[in-house]
């Protein structure tokens, strides 16, 4: 059973920052492109960033130049650096993968369950 667990949301005032952290479980071959989305009240889940298994990023235009998507492929986890932090970031942030595992002979899409980002004063 594979498993995506996040880390590190919280409550932050603006101009502050958070680092969320996503680690992978189960019987996984291999992890090929991961990503951060996020889902504010009342809206639909965007994607906030992503990042191949080489390390090639992408980022939504809302938070180029102050958030930093890496990953560490030897610990399977994923890491989201926040800066800057404004009211408008506040969210449900949710990993997600595309992971190879044991029971499978193709990549599917698997989902953390969420961490919580408020920033407010």
């Known amino acids: 059973q594979v498993q995506l667990v996040e880390s590190g949301g919280g409550f932050v005032q603006p101009g502050g920052s958070l680092r969320l952290s996503c680690t992978a479980s189960?019987?996984?071959?291999?992890?090929?492109?991961m990503r951060w989305y996020r889902q504010a009240p009342g809206k639909e889940r965007e994607l906030v960033a992503a990042i191949t298994r080489g390390g090639i990023t992408n980022y939504a235009d809302s938070v180029k130049g102050r958030f930093t998507i890496s990953r560490d492929n030897a610990r399977r986890s994923m890491y989201l650096q926040m800066k800057s932090l404004k009211a408008e970031d506040t969210a449900v942030y949710y990993c997600n993968a595309d992971i190879r595992d044991y029971g499978s002979d193709d990549y599917l899409a698997y989902w953390g369950q969420g961490t919580q980002v408020t920033v407010s004063s």
């Open positions: 189960g019987s996984i071959i291999s992890i090929n492109a």
